[in-house]
């Protein structure tokens, strides 16, 4: 989903520049993806007007679309939206067998970008050596030994680098604001 969002994204910020081939490139690709996301929860007969009212949406919100933000978690909002909008309508109940659970939610990764999007505005509100640290140790999975290699540092400066910058994030968190 990572190229999908760089590719949808390019097309996405091309289009607000005024660019109507790469614009129009991008609502034929939002169809297909929007189909298949409102497929998977509704049904083919029902997805398609989704899709128009999905790709409306898009267009007529265009402009409140932040260029510096992912574009796959606020093209998911507006779909989620419009598919909850539906249901309310239609009082409809959806249900799924288990076995095919996996299938509904496979496509949605928005809530994961979302996530992503937040870590990386914290994270870069650290000095750049931290962030690296805490990135290797917490994200990636590095044991301290592996992240005081990479760095040249002591083990013992890795720990008390990530402490300090953990304890600086979660007192940013709590809205302290430090010396």
């Known amino acids: 989903m990572l ?45 398609e007007d989704l899709v128009q009212d999905a790709l409306i949406a898009i267009h007529t919100r265009r402009a409140t679309y932040d260029q510096g933000q992912p574009f796959t978690p606020w093209l998911f909002a507006i779909a989620r939206y419009k598919l909850l909008d539906f249901l309310r309508r239609k009082r409809v109940r959806v249900t799924v067998a288990l076995d095919e659970a996996d299938e509904i939610f496979a496509e949605d990764d928005s809530e994961a970008a979302m996530a992503r999007r937040d870590l990386e505005t914290l994270l870069s509100t650290l000095p750049e050596p931290t962030q690296a640290l805490i990135r290797q140790v917490k994200i990636e999975g590095h044991s301290m030994q592996e992240a005081a290699d990479k760095a040249g540092r002591s083990e013992v400066a890795v720990r008390v680098g990530i402490h300090r910058g953990l304890k600086t994030l979660s007192d940013r968190l709590r809205g302290k604001e430090l010396p």
Request: charged share 30%; no cysteine; aromatic share 6%.
């Open 3 to 47: 190229a999908a969002e760089a590719e949808l994204k390019s097309l996405m910020v091309a289009g607000l520049a005024g660019e109507k081939a790469a614009y129009r490139v991008l609502l034929t690709a939002l169809g297909d993806v929007l189909r298949r996301y409102y497929s998977r929860r509704v049904g083919r007969d029902d997805a």
